[in-house]
């Protein structure tokens, strides 16, 4: 079996002290997710290139768009040294060359798909992304319950491509992490439950079930 990664969600952390905040994750997290919205493809809005540019952390940066439009934020992100951005399937008309533009710029890129959006939607795409991020909650807030449902569509995306990394992101816990694992994926992203935990470390561990 691979091994699980863990990438702890700064959409859970006290923006006022971020360095800090990440600093307490990094002897542990495999990834740092970082949830870029602008207010318009989700209600909330985060923050963008210049913020995640001050991001001081020596694990791999992890970049959820979630934007309307994202094309125009990939050559700034390159630029922070991203390692990998996941770009939605509904704000992409022009998908396949949003995709290998991130490409292009030397990260890796991967597809997320909200709740809603069927996996076989992916099937044409599948071969050039290297990962998809299965949205296992509705998109824009921190701190919301899993939807049952993405289990399946982490089942059947498996089923499509036993090599896929598949990411999976929002009500992430130890029991549905779990869930999550026993379907297929192997990339799991957790805010609330690791930065509201008083022992973070343990918090990624018990994600990964070690312990």
Known sequence: MKKILIAPSILSADFGRLNEEIASVEGE????????????????????????????????LDCHLMVEQPENYLEELADCHV??????????????????????LGMKAGVAINP?????????????VDFVLIMSVNPGFGGQAFIE???????????????LVIEVDGGINK????????AGANVLV??????????????????RQES
């Open 29 to 60: 997290a495999d990834l740092l997710h970082i949830d870029i919205m602008d207010g318009h493809f989700v209600p909330n809005l985060t923050f963008g290139p210049p913020i995640v540019k001050y991001i001081k952390s020596t694990v791999p």
């Open 83 to 104: 390692a990998q951005i996941s770009v939605h399937w509904e704000a992409c008309p022009n998908l396949h060359r949003v995709l290998m533009k991130i490409k292009e």
């Open 116 to 128: 809603a959006t069927p996996v076989v939607d992916l099937t044409d795409i599948l071969e050039m």
């Open 149 to 163: 449902h993405a289990v399946e569509k982490i089942r059947e995306l498996r089923k499509m491509d036993s090599n």
């Open 175 to 182: 029991s549905t992490g779990l869930e999550c694992i026993r």
């Open 190 to 207: 957790a805010g609330s439950y690791i930065f509201e935990a008083d022992n973070r470390i343990e918090a990624i561990k018990k994600l």
